[in-house]
């Protein structure tokens, strides 16, 4: 049932050492999640745990990462701070069975609907997230709670432990990719800093990551209405979150190898992760950006990739905790450093003179809104925008060619799409007044999209009636027709075989 590998490129050493990689990566990230929600550090390792082992293993994107975001964690801390913990879990559940009927729905279709430069303004995004979150890494905080930044030496070293690791992990591929680069420089730089016994902050002082199994757990809630109220409105925020960031973070993989994921087994991949997670004390997740190119530039292709990050996760928390404690925190912001450089889409700042002002405008505006606010938020806004702004240039194309014929019969041959932003093009083009008795007007180059073009029609075709006229219309749909019936007898439509098109609904497409 469950591929194990992906494309000619994937094998089983590369995932494995490539989940390795990405498990060491898991750490900090999840821990520093974790914070920021308000939980207790396992409650974010557990959710990267639980959510990466069940979406490697039944989710639509072999190679993707999933687990414990920043995204849904800025979001989460309002719940916590106001209901607890036990709210957030309950919450989760809910957001999965919402992203289960997601997918079981096919709405993960929804994301094809995703403008390019929405796409890059979400990359672009993200990677700047991912740098401001290793910023925290700069700071210490002393006996009394107090944070403040690194300075002199200790500033030196880590700036100086963290260009090792980029350096490893550029130059290494040059000679050798037998190993991961990535996880050949964690290794390197944490010998190192043991081996001289320098004075650097490692994992441990973030938290400890040692624990046990997670173990099930019914969220202890009051099984009300009432707070299927309070969690109802964060659910539908968290699953439209890890929907968007999972399906965008696909959509990205599937570019860089050439691949294609499935959406909707994503959406109940997710949706079955989360619900379980939910019950197993964790924070709830979606895909990582950050962690997705760590694995994939690791060679990390196919599912077993995910599946071993998870277990090797989980074996970090049950036997190894002592160990991963000791690596540097420096060695694994150099490598999210590199993901930064690596995921940053360069080429928009150099297009960003060549597109038109208003793609350049949405993917500035998508990438801020993601940094300041969220990313559901950021890709919601600029589809909107990018919509706007095609149908105001769409609906300048509506205009017609005007004729009249050896009968004194004036004819409108139209041209343009018609729907709802193109109706006051349409309806400027006609002289009610001062036209003839008879007029034709002819749609055989257009198409009328949506039930307000064809109102439009009707509205007109009530303007000539008024004022005595005949109106003969040609080649329209037989929605059109039925709804000029009320028209009455000045108005003739006629249907050409020609012409076979609907007015097109989401029905009628599927």
């Known amino acids: 049932m469950f591929e194990l590998s992906h494309a000619r490129y994937a094998s089983v050493k590369n995932d494995i ?30 959710a990267a745990f639980m959510v990466g082992l069940i979406t490697a293993a039944i989710g639509g994107r072999p190679g993707m990462i999933s687990g414990a975001t920043g995204a849904l964690a800025v979001v989460m801390i309002y719940l916590v701070a106001e209901h607890g913990v036990e709210y957030l879990f309950a919450a989760v559940v809910l957001m999965g069975i919402i992203q289960v009927l997601a997918g079981v729905l096919k709405m993960g279709v ?40 690194l300075v002199g030496n200790e500033l030196m070293l880590m700036l100086g432990l963290i260009a090792l690791t980029m350096a ?28 001289f016994g320098m004075d650097t902050q490692s994992v441990g002082d973030i938290a400890s990551i040692a624990g046990g199994f997670p173990e099930f757990h019914i969220p202890m809630v009051p ?20 929907l968007i960031e999972s399906l965008l973070t696909m959509n990205l993989i599937d570019e ?85 450089i690596g995921t940053f889409e360069w080429s928009s700042v150099r297009i960003l003179k060549k597109i038109p002002p208003a793609d350049a405008f949405v993917l500035i505006l998508v990438s801020g809104i993601t940094v ?68 034709v007007i002819d749609f055989k180059y257009t198409r009328v999209y949506d039930h307000s073009g064809m109102e439009a029609i009707d509205s007109l075709t009530e303007r000539y009636t008024k004022a005595g006229k005949k109106v003969h219309l040609r080649h329209l749909s037989h929605e059109c027709q039925t709804l000029l019936e009320k028209s009455g007898d000045l108005v003739e439509v006629n249907m050409s075989e020609d012409i076979h098109y609907h007015v097109e609904t989401e029905a009628k497409r599927k």
């Open 372 to 439: 300041l606010t969220d990313l559901a938020t950021a890709v919601i806004i600029g589809v909107i925008i990018s919509a706007l702004v095609f149908a105001w240039q769409t609906a300048k194309h509506m205009w017609a060619e005007q004729s009249i014929d050896e009968n004194g019969t004036k004819i409108y041959v139209m041209h343009g799409p018609l729907f709802f932003g193109s109706i006051r093009s349409f309806t400027d083009l006609f002289d009610t007044k001062g036209d003839p008795d008879e007029v």
């Open 168 to 195: 490893i992990i550029y130059l290494l591929p040059k000679l050798t990719k037998a190993i991961p680069s990535s996880l050949a420089a964690i290794i390197v730089v944490t010998a190192l800093v043991i081996f």
């Open 256 to 340: 860089i190898t050439e691949t294609r994921g499935q959406g909707n087994r994503e959406c109940v991949g997710q949706g079955a992760a989360n619900i379980a997670t939910g019950f197993f004390g964790g924070m709830g997740g979606c895909a990582m950006i950050g962690q997705s190119m760590i694995n994939i530039n690791s060679g990390g292709y196919g599912r077993l990739s995910g599946i071993s990050a998870a277990l090797f996760l989980l074996g970090f928390i049950l036997f190894a905790s002592d160990l991963i404690e000791m690596i540097p925190l420096a060695a694994l912001v150099g490598v999210m450093f590199i993901v930064v």
């Open 17 to 46: 050492l490539s989940g390795l990689t990405v498990a060491l990566a898991l750490v900090p990230e999840a821990v520093a999640f974790a914070f920021v929600a308000g939980v207790n550090p396992l409650v974010g390792l557990y």
């Open 223 to 242: 099984f009300t209405f009432e707070t299927f109220m309070i969690i109802l409105p964060f659910s539908l925020i968290f699953a439209a979150i890890g």
């Open 110 to 149: 929804f994301i094809r609907m995703v403008p390019y430069p929405v796409m890059l303004g979400f990359v672009n995004g993200l990677a700047i997230v991912i740098f401001l979150a290793q910023l925290e890494q700069f700071k210490v905080t002393d006996a009394a709670g107090v944070s403040s930044w």
